[in-house]
């Protein structure tokens, strides 16, 4: 596990609240994203259990108007 520099937590969690996610933390600060999404989750800025991405509706040829 990794652990940062308390002012390399500070760094990520002023970028978390500016609304970078923690890919693009990842890419400015070279921290890997798991860790970036572990101290805003302690922090509270990160869901627990994120919600997965809902699928689209996918038109499947089926009359809907009722007809």
Same mark, same amino acid.
Do not use: C
């Given at each position: 596990?990794?652990v940062?520099?308390?002012h390399e937590k500070?760094?990520?969690?002023t970028?978390?609240? +500016? =609304? %970078?996610?923690?890919?693009e933390?990842?890419?400015?600060m070279?921290?890997?994203?798991t860790t970036?999404?572990?101290?805003?989750r302690? +922090? =509270? %800025?990160?869901p627990?259990?994120?919600?997965?991405?809902?699928?689209?509706?996918?038109?499947t040829?089926?009359?809907t108007?009722g007809?």
């Amino acid at each position: 596990m990794n652990v940062l520099k308390a002012h390399e937590k500070e760094q990520v969690l002023t970028l978390f609240r +500016a =609304g %970078l996610s923690a890919r693009e933390i990842h890419r400015w600060m070279v921290f890997d994203r798991t860790t970036v999404a572990r101290y805003a989750r302690e +922090a =509270g %800025l990160w869901p627990e259990h994120p919600k997965p991405a809902s699928l689209p509706e996918v038109a499947t040829g089926t009359n809907t108007f009722g007809l």
